[in-house]
Nanobody
């Protein structure tokens, strides 16, 4: 069983920054993709940023230029640096790893509010 544990969420003012981390219990090289999704209240879960096995990175249009995904293969960590945060970024953020099965973390809350 693969486990993903997120950390780093919290309350931040508009324009601020947060860094999310995800510890994966198995080599992240073994997955088709690893990345971050989010779910805002009353909305469907959506992709934020993912690494694909081809080496490409995909960002959602509304986070391009503000969010940066990175990974530490040696530590099996996936991180999301979020800058210039907006109230509409408020959501529960989930770490995701995909092979034939999808694995999810428990989620970490990000609230952007003054």
């Amino acid at each position: 069983q693969v486990q993903l544990v997120e950390s780093g969420g919290g309350l931040v003012q508009p324009g601020g920054s947060l860094r999310l981390s995800c510890a994966v219990s198995r080599s992240i090289r073994s997955f088709y993709s690893t990345g971050w999704y989010r779910q805002a209240p009353g909305k469907q879960r959506e992709m934020v940023a993912v690494f694909r096995w081809t080496g490409t990175i995909t960002y959602a249009d509304d986070v391009k230029g503000r969010f940066t995904i990175s990974r530490d293969i040696a530590k099996n960590m996936v991180e999301l640096q979020m800058n210039t945060l907006k109230p509409e970024d408020t959501a529960v953020y989930y770490c995701n790893a995909q092979e034939e099965t999808q694995y999810w973390g428990q989620g970490t809350h990000v609230t952007v509010s003054s």
